[in-house]
């Protein structure tokens, strides 16, 4: 797989305008290992190989067992291993990523709403929504993962 173009070189102003999106969920105050786990949940669902690996290496660098990681597509069958507020980010992520499929019922709205304040709830869907657009970036243009250019 090679890459289609280069849209950071092309569109330096997007890509800019995408970066401060990515500052302000990481200035958010939300859980920089929550926010990577759903990054890394929402790439799982898109089936985007370009941010699955740069989402893994963060989270393995930020200290998360692979255990976790290599649970957090079946997470509602992982127990324990995901905490009240990571499993109601992980449901939300897939309710918002899926939007076309689920509508975002009102009962994933109310079961979001229980663990999450108004503005972390706005501000965990920006960051749903940035990785979404990162991840069809990504494989519309075909970035190369970080592991084949290791090879």
């Not at 009240?84 to 990523?97: G, K, N, Q, Y």
Request: aromatic share 8%; charged share 20%; with cysteine.
């Amino acid at each position: 797989m090679s890459n289609r173009l280069d849209y950071n070189q092309l569109a330096p102003a997007g890509a800019k305008a995408l970066g401060g999106v990515y500052g302000y969920v990481s200035q958010s105050g939300l859980s920089p290992i929550l926010v990577d786990l759903v990054y890394l949940r929402v790439s799982q669902i898109n089936n985007c190989a370009y941010c699955l690996d740069m989402h893994t290496r963060d989270l393995l660098k930020k200290g998360v067992k692979i255990e976790k990681l290599a649970l957090l597509q079946a997470w509602r069958e992982a127990g324990g291993l995901f905490d009240e507020r990571e499993r109601a980010a992980l449901a939300w992520a897939e309710s918002v990523t899926l939007v076309a499929q689920t509508g975002v019922p009102d009962a994933a709205y109310e079961a979001a709403r229980a663990a999450f304040e108004e503005r972390e709830l706005v501000d965990l869907t920006i960051a749903i929504s940035l990785m979404n657009t990162y991840n069809r970036m990504a494989i519309s243009f075909r970035n190369t993962p970080q592991a084949v250019l290791e090879r």
